[in-house]
T-cell receptor
Framework: DAKTTQPTSMDCAEGRAANLPCNHSTISGNEYVYWYRQIHSQGPQYIIHGLKNNETNEMASLIITEDRKSSTLILPHATLRDTAVYYCIVRVVGSGGSQGNLIFGKGTKLSVKP | NAGVTQTPKFRILKIGQSMTLQCTQDMNHNYMYWYRQDPGMGLKLIYYSVGAGITDKGEVPNGYNVSRSTTEDFPLRLELAAPSQTSVYFC??????????????FGEGSRLTVL
């Protein structure tokens, strides 16, 4: 079972920041928070991941609360091409076997509107 | 740089037929995965492999078989196709070593319909 909770859908105006929340209240100390997105039935695409510090890359920023029970993915200037399903996943990194497997939930369907 | 390549992209099968979905990666990744995605749902793990000669079951392995004879290839076989196996199948690969991110790279998917 997925260990994260996300809203089913969200809308965002083009050019504005998209803030996608995720709850992971049972996260373990060795589990990272990962974000992937899936654009129109293509294969999922990695966005970003983090353990406890906030992270930023060319695609997005990841804000993780101090207690690590929730996080927010921020797309700073959403475009129409960011319309996709966004998956928040927690997983162990660096270990072999099933602990490292990604468990996908239903994700959040983000619609960016002109 | 091809990444993860899946074939075929589309296939229609009759009930009881068998087929193999091919997956190959050119990134020298040790881990490979097969997922299926039903309409409106998230991905479910079918099988995975941590290296050549080693495979293990995921969440929904029934009705499927895999093999991993080389690092590059991870074929998925359906022995007796059933309508419940109508789905989109995704192959993925990753490398797990030390502090590596373990980012998964996905193929474009294979759309299978069983009638």
């Amino acid at each position: 079972d997925a260990k994260t909770t996300q809203p089913t859908s969200m809308d965002c105006a083009e050019g504005r920041a998209a803030n996608l929340p995720c709850n992971h209240s049972t996260i373990s100390g060795n589990e990272y928070v990962y974000w992937y997105r899936q654009i129109h039935s293509q294969g999922p695409q990695y966005i970003i991941h983090g353990l406890k510090n906030n992270e930023t890359n060319e695609m997005a920023s990841l804000i993780i609360t101090e207690d690590r029970k929730s996080s927010t993915l921020i797309l700073p200037h959403a475009t129409l091409r960011d319309t996709a399903v966004y998956y928040c996943i927690v997983r162990v990194v660096g270990s072999g076997g099933s602990q490292g497997n990604l468990i996908f939930g239903k994700g959040t369907k983000l619609s960016v509107k002109p | 740089n091809a990444g993860v390549t899946q074939t075929p992209k589309f296939r229609i099968l009759k009930i009881g037929q068998s087929m193999t979905l091919q997956c190959t990666q050119d990134m020298n990744h040790n881990y490979m995965y097969w997922y299926r995605q039903d309409p409106g749902m998230g991905l479910k793990l079918i099988y995975y492999s941590v290296g050549a000669g080693i495979t293990d079951k995921g969440e929904v392995p029934n009705g499927y078989n895999v093999s991993r004879s080389t690092t590059e290839d991870f074929p998925l076989r359906l022995e007796l196709a059933a309508p419940s196996q109508t789905s989109v199948y995704f192959c993925a690969s990753s490398t797990h070593s030390g502090t590596n991110t373990g980012e998964l790279f996905f193929g474009e998917g294979s759309r299978l319909t069983v009638l």
